[in-house]
């Protein structure tokens, strides 16, 4: 049975910052990897970073160079610092992780946490 709690959502101005946090229930290291979406109103929901077990990190063409994907292993905790925010960044965040490598590879994740809003907006 695994939990991820997500945190750190609200409303932010455009070029401003906010750090997301993904508290799981058990230990972080046993997920082959872990993932950040983010689903916006009548749009699909989109894989904007991911995170290996061994440390690789990925991130979609949209985020990439604002958003870092980071974890703390010792506090079972997965980060996502969101910089140079757009209003396009406005969005449902969810948390997710994947326990095996063939999932990972086919963006087909196990466990979801239930999702924070962000809101870009001047």
């Known amino acids: 049975q695994v939990q991820l709690v997500e945190s750190g959502g609200g409303l932010v101005q455009p070029g401003g910052s906010l750090r997301l946090s993904c508290a799981a229930s058990?230990?972080?290291?046993?997920?082959?990897?872990m993932g950040w979406y983010r689903q916006a109103p009548g749009k699909q929901r989109e894989l904007i970073a991911t995170?290996?077990?061994?440390?690789?990190?990925t991130y979609a063409a949209s985020v990439k160079g604002r958003f870092t994907f980071s974890r703390d292993n010792a506090k079972n905790t997965a980060y996502l610092q969101m910089n140079s925010l757009k209003p396009e960044d406005t969005a449902v965040y969810y948390c997710?992780?994947?326990?095996?490598?063939?999932?990972?590879?086919?963006?087909?994740?196990?466990?979801w946490g239930q999702g924070t809003q962000v809101t870009v907006s001047s």
């Open positions: 995170l290996t077990r061994g440390g690789v990190t």
């Open positions: 997710s992780a994947v326990v095996g490598a063939r999932d990972y590879a086919r963006d087909n994740y196990d466990y």
């Open positions: 058990g230990n972080i290291v046993t997920f082959y990897a």
